[in-house]
Structures are given as C-alpha cells and as structure tokens.
C-alpha cells in the first residue's frame, strides 16, 4: 500500500523561506508531486520529481530523496497569496494508484 | 483556467438519492481521473479512464460508478447517497498516466441533507 505524512500546519512571515516535508511510502515508486490548493479551488501543479535531487522552479524548489522516501518543497521570498494547502503526492509504478498526502496548511502572516 | 470543465458547480440533494456529475477534459487529453475531497478524508484518488477504457481505480465506493463517451466526457454516478457522501468531486485530465502531471477542474460541490 501507499502512506503519505506531511505537517498539518505550518506559519512563516512574509519575505522568508519555509520548507514543507513529505515522507512517502509505496509499494513501487513512480515519482512525486507536489500541488497547491487555495481554500475552496482545485489544487494546481507546483513540481514533479522523480530522480534524487532538487528541481528548482523560480521561487518554489523541490527535493527528492527516494533511498529515505523524503521530499520537501522550498518555498522562498514568502508572499500573503502563497497561504494555501500543499500537497504532496505519490504515483505507484504500476500506474495503478495515486495517492495524495493530508496536506499542509501554510499561513503567511505580514 | 485548467481547460477542464465541471458541471454542476453545486448540487444539493437527498439521503438516497442518485446524482450524476459530468467532466470535460482539457482538449487533446485522453485521461480523466475522478477524485473526492472531503474534511477528514483529504483528497482520494476514485477512478481512472483513459480513451474510454477504465485504467486504475482506487477508493471508490459500489455505489459509485463512472464512465467515459467516445467525446472523452465523463461522467461519475453517485447512487444510494449517504451524508458522508457530501464532498468536493473533482474532476483532473492528462494526456496519459499518473507520471504526468494532472490538470483539475473547478469542481463539483455535493450536499446531502
């Protein structure tokens, strides 16, 4: 079976960095994603890894650890609209299963 | 704007009841995923079709059923509806499996009363 686990909730001011983790387990590993949702939207593509690294997308980065099953998303330069849900996700590699973790609710404060 | 379409936006409606919600995937994609979001439960992967053949399915209820028309419109049943079945359904569309990236569509708010 698939276990996703991320915070439930995190809060960084305005201007900083914060790091959200995601710690996977899968029977079978075809890469990681990570998605935005704003309260009451559908969530929206963020970054997808599926080798061992940091991908790095303008302001937002992506890291990927598949001996630790670890994952993080860098958030850099915080501004009020990035308050949102972060979810992390996971492909199984017999394409039979998607699994997304509980998110992580991120509060930017001013 | 994801170029995914979902009717309706708000459905209201009965314990018992039977409800049909319809997706339009972004042009050019074969794949429609069907996923429920709901408070305690986070966001479950339900089903998958790709070209009209179901592909994958994941936590979906007997109860529910879905279906995808040679137009690549989909639609998901929701039948014998129960209060816990009141969810957000969202409806995601790619040109192929789990490894690409899955474009939402806006949603379709269940209440059962």
């Known amino acids: 079976g698939q276990n996703i686990d991320q915070p439930t909730e995190m809060t960084a001011t305005e201007g900083a960095i914060v790091q959200i983790n995601c710690t996977y387990q899968?029977?079978?590993?075809?890469?990681l994603f990570w998605y935005q949702q704003h309260a009451g939207e559908a969530p929206t593509f963020l970054s997808y890894?599926?080798?061992?690294g940091l991908e790095e997308k303008g302001r937002f980065s992506s890291f990927l650890s598949r001996s630790k099953g670890y994952s993080y998303l860098l958030l850099k330069e915080l501004q009020m609209k990035d308050s949102a849900s972060y979810l992390c996700?996971?492909?199984?590699?017999?394409?039979?299963?998607?699994?997304f973790g509980p998110g992580t609710r991120l509060s930017v404060l001013p | 704007d994801s170029g995914v379409t979902q009717t309706p936006k708000h459905l209201i409606t009965a314990t018992g009841q039977r409800v049909t919600l319809r997706c339009s995937p972004r042009?050019?994609?074969?794949?429609v995923y069907w996923y429920q979001q709901s408070l305690d439960q986070g966001l479950q992967f339900l089903i998958q079709?790709?070209?009209?053949?179901?592909?994958a399915k994941g936590n979906i209820l007997e109860r529910f059923s879905a279906q995808q028309f040679p137009d690549l419109h989909s639609e998901l049943n929701l039948s014998s509806l129960e209060l816990g079945d009141s969810a957000l359904y969202f409806c995601?569309?790619?040109?192929?499996?789990?490894?690409?990236?899955?474009?939402f569509g806006p949603g379709t708010r269940l209440l059962v009363l």
């Open positions: 899968t029977s079978g590993f075809n890469g």
């Open positions: 042009s050019g994609d074969l794949s």
């Open positions: 890894n599926v080798l061992d």
């Open positions: 996700a996971a492909a199984d590699n017999y394409g039979q299963n998607f699994v």
């Open positions: 995601a569309s790619n040109q192929g499996g789990f490894q690409e990236t899955q474009y």
């Open positions: 079709y790709y070209n009209g053949e179901e592909r």
